[in-house]
């Protein structure tokens, strides 16, 4: 299994990036899959995920409004769409995947439920 990020790049304040997560060795459908980012010197923060089996998403409470997490089954891919980016959102954004089992929804924001990690990309944003 395979799960590799990109998209990450540097922008100003209250601009937008687009992360895709490309999955082999699984199907992003029926897998739950998540997005978290890491900030230096700072730990591994849920950013928001969409459930295994269904299109529905939580988020992070900060990113809630300004990021969407959509799935493309056609190409095993799923995407984070990030708008109106702070400074704060600064940090190294990981894809993963659940795996086999079915997570509970109040499950989805710990690292531990997820078996498949990927590479990170950076994601800067200037003030």
């Known amino acids: 299994v395979q799960l590799q990020a990109s998209g990450g790049g540097l922008v100003q304040a209250g601009g937008s990036l687009r992360l895709s997560c490309s999955a082999s060795?699984?199907?992003?459908?029926?897998?739950?899959m998540g997005w978290f980012r890491q900030a230096p010197g700072k730990e591994r923060e849920f950013v928001g995920a969409?459930?295994?089996?269904?299109?529905?998403?939580y988020y992070l409470q900060s990113v809630k409004g300004r990021f969407t997490i959509s799935r493309d089954n056609a190409n095993n891919r799923v995407h984070l769409q990030m708008n109106t980016l702070r400074p704060e959102d600064t940090a190294v954004y990981s894809c993963?995947?659940?795996?086999?089992?079915?997570?509970?929804?109040?499950?989805?924001?710990?690292?531990?439920?997820?078996?498949?990690w990927g590479q990170g990309t950076q994601v800067t944003v200037s003030s």
């Open positions: 993963a995947a659940t795996g086999m089992g079915k997570p509970i929804m109040s499950s989805y924001h710990l690292p531990s439920t997820y078996h498949y």
């Open positions: 060795g699984l199907t992003v459908s029926s897998n739950g």
């Open positions: 969409m459930r295994k089996g269904s299109t529905a998403t």
